[in-house]
């Protein structure tokens, strides 16, 4: 009797602590006095912002706040939506540092979980509090683990989408270093046909992927050019399927018949889009499907193979890029952030920012394209990508104003992910 009587008091107790320290988190408030504030589509002077433990409860000129309220000043900034990486891979560091190929085939999958683990948390004191992370290039289902151990707290990172293994056909990925006739390790998950995609795709679903990312075209052309991969029926099945759990797809392509095929067959992004041209434009325009343009990945691959930046002359490889993203702006399709961050820095993802400005684009569209649009694109915009009184309180705070001057996204001082201060206050 006693046993049970014991049993029962610490039960009390323990609901009882657990109600507490509850009542206690969201009963937390911030009051956020910055000089402006952008919203996730315009800019306000003289706004605040009160966040009541891991929400925004409310925005405006607030002249009450409860009691209990603490109060951050954050003179000369700007507040904003947590920026959103639209195309990441932290399971890869800059190629000048150790080859694609290397990383792939010669550091071990502990080394790359502990580079995985440095580089999320690199990414979330730059202000990037979301990434959407498409493919973990050999590490298997290692990003099912780091999100999961974001999410517990283990350590600190940004949220994370995550696409696991990319799809690729048979023959089409690397690394291919070594001879045809030795057999080597994929970067990616290898499928064909009805059977194999959807048996792949739904193994996927099943350990944790959040989306689902497809080759449609690769370098195995004749002479290593750009070739499509997959029929349009394959992607066709490939979006049925993730879509019947719930999940988008996302389609790496570089060439107008890949890309076409993409569309067609009903993907969310096309992640690259280098040779498109006018006519794949008014396709991703007519089927709302975004482009991810990824400009730095390529600036940062040219400057690799011998470029010298504002020194020498633009290769045509960039060139091309410019005309591309450009005519993509004309066309009016929706862009999506991202720079494919891995191939150069984590933590300096504010570098495609910048560049989506040089190569055209407003500086505030750029904002709205790394919060609110690809919140948009991605399924997000229910919880992320706006400072709306009931989203997540992701916030951060940069010093000056982005909107004038977009290098300003740089100068982060304050970091608030979930209502929890990461950096500054």
């Not at 502990?114 to 990434?131: C, E, I, M, S, Y």
Request: hydrophobic content about 40%; aromatic content about 6%.
């Amino acid at each position: 009797m006693r046993f049970y009587l014991f049993r029962s008091l610490i039960l009390f107790f323990c609901v009882l602590f657990a109600e507490i320290s509850q009542a206690q988190h969201t009963s937390t408030y911030y009051l956020l006095k910055p000089d402006r504030v952008f919203d996730g589509e315009k800019m306000h002077d003289n706004w605040q912002v009160l966040v009541k433990g891991d929400t925004i409860a409310a925005i405006g000129v607030i002249t009450r706040a409860p009691a209990n309220t603490k109060i951050i000043e954050l003179k000369g900034t700007t507040l904003l939506p947590g920026l959103i990486e639209g195309h990441s891979h932290l399971f890869l560091h800059p190629y000048n540092e150790t080859p694609w190929n290397d990383q792939v085939l010669k550091e071990s999958r502990a080394e790359r979980v502990a580079r995985a683990t440095v580089h999320a948390n690199n990414t979330l004191l730059a202000g990037f509090t979301t990434v959407r992370d498409l493919g973990t290039e050999g590490a298997g289902y290692d990003d099912v683990g780091l999100k999961q151990a974001i999410e517990k707290g283990v350590i600190p990172g940004p949220r994370m989408l995550i696409a696991t293994k990319a799809i690729v056909a048979t023959g089409s990925y690397g690394p291919k270093e070594l001879s045809y006739e030795i057999e080597t390790p994929i970067g990616a998950a290898v499928a064909d046909g009805t059977e194999g995609l959807t048996r792949e795709v739904r193994e996927q679903m099943g350990k944790g992927a959040d989306l689902i990312k497809v080759y449609t075209d690769y370098r195995w052309g004749l002479n290593q050019e750009a070739a499509p991969t997959f029929t349009l029926e394959e992607i066709k099945t490939i979006v049925e399927v993730a879509a019947s759990g719930g999940r988008k797809v996302v389609a790496h392509a570089s060439t107008p018949e890949g890309m076409r095929r993409a569309i067609l067959a009903g993907v969310s992004t096309i992640e690259h889009g280098d040779n498109a041209t006018t006519e794949i434009y008014r396709l991703m325009k007519k089927h709302n499907v975004a482009l991810c343009p990824t400009l730095a990945a390529g600036d940062a691959i040219t400057q690799y193979r011998g470029w010298k930046k504002g020194s020498e002359p633009e290769p045509e490889r960039i060139q091309k890029k410019r005309k591309s993203f450009a005519a993509a702006l004309k066309a009016g399709v929706t862009i999506s952030m991202g720079g494919d961050a891995g191939v150069f820095t984590h933590g300096d993802n504010a570098r495609e920012m910048e560049m989506m400005v040089d190569y055209g684009m407003k500086p505030l569209d750029v904002l709205k394209s790394a919060t609110s649009v690809n919140a948009d694109v991605f399924g997000l915009s229910n919880s992320l990508g706006r400072i709306k009184t009931g989203l997540l309180a992701d916030i951060i705070a940069v010093q000056g104003n982005p909107a004038t001057s977009i290098s300003d996204i740089r100068k982060v001082t304050f970091v608030m992910k979930g209502g929890e201060i990461v950096l500054g206050e």
